[in-house]
């Protein structure tokens, strides 16, 4: 089994930044991808970013690209999202994600951490 803990949500003011962080235990050899995705109130979860295993690729929902930044430590088995110039519509809860290698889907999810900006 995978275990995810996010850490670093908050509140912050509308053009500020936060990072948030994604540990990962147990089994690492069963994912590869890894993502963050958030749900706001009403709404359904809603993918924001990714990265490939070796870190070299990454992908981001037009909503956040420029703006967002991730990456991934392998040695300290950690994921990262840097949030820059954040608007009160970032307001969600984020989860971070690994995708299972075997079904190719995002199978493993960490708890949620709250990220709130004010305006």
Same mark, same amino acid.
């Given at each position: 089994?995978?275990q995810l803990v996010?850490? +670093?949500g908050?509140?912050?003011?509308?053009g500020?930044s936060l990072?948030?962080t @994604?540990a990962a &235990?147990?089994?690492i =050899?069963?994912?590869n =991808?890894m993502?963050w !995705? #958030?749900q706001a109130? +009403?709404?359904? #979860?809603a !993918?924001v970013?990714?990265?490939?295993?070796? =870190?070299?690729?990454? !992908?981001? /929902?037009?909503?956040?690209?420029g703006r967002f930044a *991730?990456?991934?430590d392998? =040695?300290?088995?950690?994921? %990262? $999202?840097q949030?820059n &110039? $954040?608007?009160?519509e970032d307001? /969600?809860?984020? %989860? @971070?994600a690994a995708? #299972? *290698?075997?079904?190719g889907?995002f199978?493993?999810w960490?708890?949620?951490?709250?990220?709130?900006? &004010?305006s």
């Open positions: 089994q995978v996010e850490s +670093g908050g509140l912050v003011q509308a500020g990072t948030l @994604c &235990s147990g089994n =050899a069963s994912f =991808a993502g !995705f #958030r109130p +009403g709404k359904e #979860r !993918f970013a990714s990265v490939t295993s070796d =870190a070299k690729t990454t !992908f981001y /929902a037009a909503s956040v690209k *991730i990456s991934r392998n =040695a300290k088995n950690t994921m %990262y $999202l949030m &110039s $954040l608007k009160p307001t /969600a809860v984020y %989860y @971070c995708m #299972r *290698i075997d079904t889907d199978d493993f960490g708890q949620g951490t709250q990220v709130t900006v &004010s």
